[in-house]
C-alpha cells in the first residue's frame, strides 16, 4: 500500500539558517508528490509539485525539493528561513491506482529569533 | 485566486446531534473531498466527490455522509456525533478537467474545528 513518512514530528531552527524536511514513499510506480504548508488558522497551500523531469523542483516563498527515487525521498529545502515560515508541513503522494492523494503526518517547524 | 469557505471556523455539539459542515468554491472546480486533521495522522480523507451527485468514500467514511447537489458546494454530515468525531475538518477542492484527481493540485478552505462533549 501506498505510504508517506515524515519523519520529524517536530524541526526547531534559528530565522537565518537552512532547512530540511524529510519525506519518504513507500509507492511502486512513480509517484505524483506534493509539499503542502499550513500557516496557523489557515487550511493547507501548494507549495511545490513533482510529476516528472527535472528532480528539483521549485515552489513558493523560496522552497525547493528534490526527489530522489533511489531513496523514496521527497525532502523539502530553503537555505535560510525566515519567521513567517513557521507552519505545519505536509508531504503527499498522489496515487494514479486510487485517485486520491495520501498525506504524512506532519512536521512542525518552530523558527527561533 | 481559488477560494474555498467552510461556514464555521468553530463548532461545539452534543453527543447524538446531526451536524452539518458546509463547504463552497468558487472557481467551478469538478472535485471536492473532506479531510479530518488530527494530531500525528496528518490529513484522512473521508468522503471525494468528483461531478454533482456523485461521492465516492474515502479512507475513514465510518459515521460520516455527503452530500453535493450544486457544483460548488459539498456538505459533510454527521449523522449522530460521538466524541471521537472531535477533529479538524478540512474541505477542498481541485479543477478536476482530466479526470485525475492524484495530480491536481488541490485548494483547501480554512477548516472546521468541531469539538463534540
Known amino acids: 500500500a501506498q505510504s508517506v513518512t515524515q519523519p520529524d514530528i517536530h524541526i526547531t531552527v534559528s530565522e537565518g539558517a537552512s532547512l530540511e524536511l524529510r519525506c519518504n514513499y513507500s509507492y511502486g510506480a512513480t509517484p505524483y508528490l506534493f509539499w503542502y504548508v499550513q500557516s496557523p488558522g489557515q487550511g493547507l497551500q501548494l507549495l511545490l509539485k513533482y510529476f516528472s523531469g527535472d528532480t528539483l523542483v521549485q515552489g513558493i516563498k523560496g522552497f525547493e525539493a528534490e526527489f530522489k527515487r533511489s531513496q523514496s525521498s521527497f525532502n523539502l529545502r530553503k537555505p535560510s528561513v525566515h519567521w513567517s515560515d513557521a507552519a505545519e508541513y505536509f508531504c503527499a503522494v498522489g496515487s494514479s491506482n486510487t485517485g486520491k492523494l495520501i498525506f504524512g503526518q506532519g512536521t512542525t517547524l518552530q523558527v527561533k529569533p | 485566486d481559488v477560494k474555498v469557505t467552510q461556514s464555521s471556523r468553530y463548532l461545539v455539539k452534543r453527543t447524538g446531534e446531526k451536524v452539518f459542515l458546509e463547504c463552497v468554491q468558487d472557481m467551478d472546480h469538478e472535485n471536492m473531498f473532506w479531510y479530518r486533521q488530527d494530531p500525528g495522522l496528518g490529513l484522512r480523507l473521508i468522503y471525494f466527490?468528483?461531478?454533482?451527485?456523485?461521492?465516492e468514500k474515502g479512507d475513514i467514511p465510518e459515521g460520516y455522509s455527503v452530500s453535493r447537489e450544486k457544483k460548488e458546494r459539498f456538505s459533510l454530515i454527521l449523522e449522530s456525533a460521538s466524541t471521537n468525531q472531535t477533529s479538524m475538518y478540512l474541505c477542498?477542492?481541485?479543477?478536476?478537467?482530466?479526470?485525475?484527481?492524484?495530480?491536481?493540485?488541490?485548494?483547501f478552505g480554512p477548516g472546521t474545528r468541531l469539538t463534540v462533549l
Open positions: 466527490s468528483y461531478d454533482v451527485k456523485m461521492k
Open positions: 477542498a477542492s481541485s479543477l478536476g478537467l482530466a479526470g485525475v484527481i492524484s495530480t491536481d493540485t488541490q485548494y
